[in-house]
């Protein structure tokens, strides 16, 4: 929520009552009801809900990853079905299905029985107000504050299996070695359990590492950007994204992007980015390597990444969600003669 007044040329509402406290209560219940007395024309469901009973209106679902079905042993069984069973559902119903990225798109069709090219791409975007480069002085305040030597490297989530961390860990180690001078790593994120984050360190203890590890948990965005600002380099070895936004936001803020090459990764980053082969051993340490060790290299990444996230505006995505709202309404209409 926001501090200051919302000025919006249509009608705002808000849920309340005790049905507000579950996502999928309230979108049964409560949604459905404000949708007939309203007599919306199109809903959008902007995650995997959809107020199933709506038969008169013209629906659109965004669906954005599909992680738990590739890795269904890092979710909870009871999240894990539930959101399966949701998403087919919405699959099913909605009259135009939206995925964030092409890879992300042939998943849906995959898992939702869906007719290929049915899935409409709308990206995400960055905002270039908030994810630009910090002014030296700011990232220098955030890096005392935090305890963080330069040169350091950035990764995000780090207690999310499919992030990689710990190759993260291993990687860095060995290019401290190579580089023969120590790499600070900063990884951010909320532990999930009390103990995970004794674990982690644990994990950093034993990789061998000259540099520091920090875990400072989650930051305000602005502490983000800071970071992202002065880092040698992202590195995001995430074994599955359906977008993966991090990484334009890095680049947005001048920070070298080292990531899989899987998933959407290769699709968001294009050729702005080091993309590395998870199976080959030594493929993460070589590209450390050969952005903390090379200075060209690593100016050819800054310009390269933020000429890249400036093509991924939010207003395209507003636009290319308006055209799927009228598709939306033509496709219902069809259905409905």
């Not at 910090?134 to 780090?158: I, K, Q, W």
Request: glycine share 8%; with cysteine.
């Amino acid at each position: 929520f926001t501090r200051t007044a919302l000025d919006l040329p249509w009608p705002l509402r808000l849920g309340s009552g005790p049905s507000t406290r579950s996502n999928i209560l309230w979108m049964q219940t409560g949604v459905n009801r404000l949708l007939a007395a309203d007599r919306v024309d199109v809903f959008w469901g902007p995650r995997h809900l959809l107020p199933l009973r709506a038969h008169r209106l013209a629906t659109v679902a965004t669906v954005h990853d599909f992680w738990g079905r590739y890795h269904p042993d890092q979710q909870p069984w009871l999240n894990r079905t539930a959101t399966r069973v949701l998403t087919d559902r919405v699959m099913a119903s909605a009259a135009v299905v939206v995925a964030p990225s092409a890879s992300c798109a042939r998943d849906a069709e995959r898992f939702g029985r869906l007719a290929p090219g049915s899935v409409r791409v709308v990206p995400w975007g960055v905002d270039g107000a908030q994810f630009l480069p910090s002014a030296p002085e700011r990232v220098a305040s955030v890096l005392t504050r935090l305890g963080v030597r330069r040169p350091y490297l950035l990764s995000l989530d780090v207690f999310n299996p499919r992030k990689g961390f710990a190759a993260v860990l291993a990687a860095s180690a060995a290019a401290e070695r190579r580089l023969d001078r120590p790499l600070d790593v900063v990884g951010l994120g909320r532990p999930r359990r009390s103990a995970a984050r004794a674990r982690l360190a644990g994990d950093a203890a034993r990789s061998g590492r000259r540099g520091t590890v920090h875990l400072p948990g989650d930051v305000v965005v602005q502490d983000l950007v800071a970071l992202f600002s002065g880092a040698v380099a992202l590195v995001y070895p995430s074994v599955y994204e359906g977008f993966g936004l991090p990484v334009l936001e890095a680049m947005a803020c001048g920070c070298p992007v080292i990531a899989a090459d899987r998933a959407s990764l290769p699709e968001v980053a294009g050729d702005a980015a080091v993309l590395v082969d998870l199976s080959s051993g030594d493929s993460l340490a070589g590209a450390i390597v050969a952005v903390a060790g090379d200075p060209v290299e690593r100016a050819r990444l800054v310009a390269a990444g933020r000429l890249r996230a400036a093509t991924f505006p939010w207003r395209r995505t507003a636009e290319a969600m308006l055209e799927v709202f009228v598709e939306a309404q033509h496709v219902r209409y069809r259905e409905s003669r």
